[in-house]
């Protein structure tokens, strides 16, 4: 069993410097059965992609989340956000979490995954819950992005509250938006890298 191991607290990765982030310019937005297939073509040939989704936040007790909303998975060099509103884009993007032999790693992905094979109606292949990596090596607590990126990278991982509950049902998802969701799958694959579970 490996020494235990522990994840900085909130203060200290306050002092950290910032994480690089994915820019607009290395983010494509999928809206269209078209887009989707094009995105397919770029991501189909990666070994793993970072992968999370979005939904319309409820704040009603009982209320249903219709979500996921959006689709983010990334390479190590550009994000694509998938808006799942048009059915061909929906289909496209339950053929590519469908695809086997391809990683898709993140972080709390047991909702997702529910979540996906009720809207789209695929069990996602070769899901990889990055925190489960991190418990085998010795840490106990559970890890999210943000401690993933200061144990590895010793930066800070930024995520907008205002962004992170905002409407991703939106027909038109704002610049914030685009940059928050790119990243986290980003910042997902970029933890894989470095965790070296590519070998």
Known sequence: MPPE???????TIALLEPFERLGLDRITLVRTGAQAQLAHDQLITA??????????????VNERSEGPHILQLSTAQRAWVFQLQDPACS??????????????????????????????????????????VFHK???????GVKGAVAVLFN????KSKKAATSNWANDTLTESQLLY??????????????LGLSS
């Open 91 to 132: 289909a496209v993007a339950a053929k590519l979490l469908a695809t086997g032999g391809i990683v898709k790693a993140g972080f709390g992905l047991g909702d997702d995954r529910l979540r996906i094979m009720e809207k789209l109606g695929v069990e996602p292949a070769d899901m990889l819950e990055l925190n489960t």
């Open 155 to 158: 930066q800070r991982f930024m």
């Open 181 to 194: 969701a790119a990243n986290d799958a980003y910042a997902a694959m970029r933890v894989w890298d470095a």
């Open 137 to 143: 090596r010795g840490y106990r607590k559970d890890m």
């Open 47 to 60: 070994s793993a992609w970072g992968f999370d989704t979005e939904s319309k936040p409820t704040f009603k």
């Open 5 to 11: 191991r522990h994840t900085p607290d909130k203060d």
